[in-house]
Nanobody, 124 residues
Framework: EVELVESGGDSVQPGGSLKLSCKGS????????LGWFRQVDGKEREGVAV??????ITYADSVKGRFTISRDAANNVYLEMNSLKPEDTAMYYC???????????????????WGQGTQVTVSS
């Protein structure tokens, strides 16, 4: 069973930076698309960024130039967030899908694996 555990969420001021980490385990397929989604109470979960096993990256327009997604050989995934804005405030979820990023972005169409989430709050 795939398990994803996020960490790194915190409260920061506008313009600040955070780095989220997601440690994965229990992977059974050869490759996975990994990514980050976020959700605000009462709103639909939205994609932030995904990274394919061969390294292809897709970002939401709202975070391009400010956020950087990366992954390592152990299928851990990271999200470096700079120039944070109040509208970045959300619960951030790590996600993994062996079907590939085509089935994950911009909205999941399969049954991906989700972490429990880590809260990011941007406020002065």
């Amino acid at each position: 069973e795939v398990e994803l555990v996020e960490s790194g969420g915190d409260s920061v001021q506008p313009g600040g930076s955070l780095k989220l980490s997601c440690k994965g385990s229990g992977f059974t397929y050869y490759s996975y698309c990994l990514g980050w989604f976020r959700q605000v109470d009462g709103k639909e979960r939205e994609g932030v960024a995904v990274i394919a096993s061969e390294g292809t990256i897709t970002y939401a327009d709202s975070v391009k130039g400010r956020f950087t997604i990366s992954r390592d050989a152990a299928n851990n995934v990271y999200l470096e967030m700079n120039s944070l804005k109040p509208e970045d405030t959300a619960m951030y979820y790590c996600v993994a899908d062996h079907l590939g990023c085509f089935y994950l972005w911009p909205r999941p169409r399969g049954k991906p694996h989700w972490g429990q989430g880590t809260q990011v709050t941007v406020s002065s």
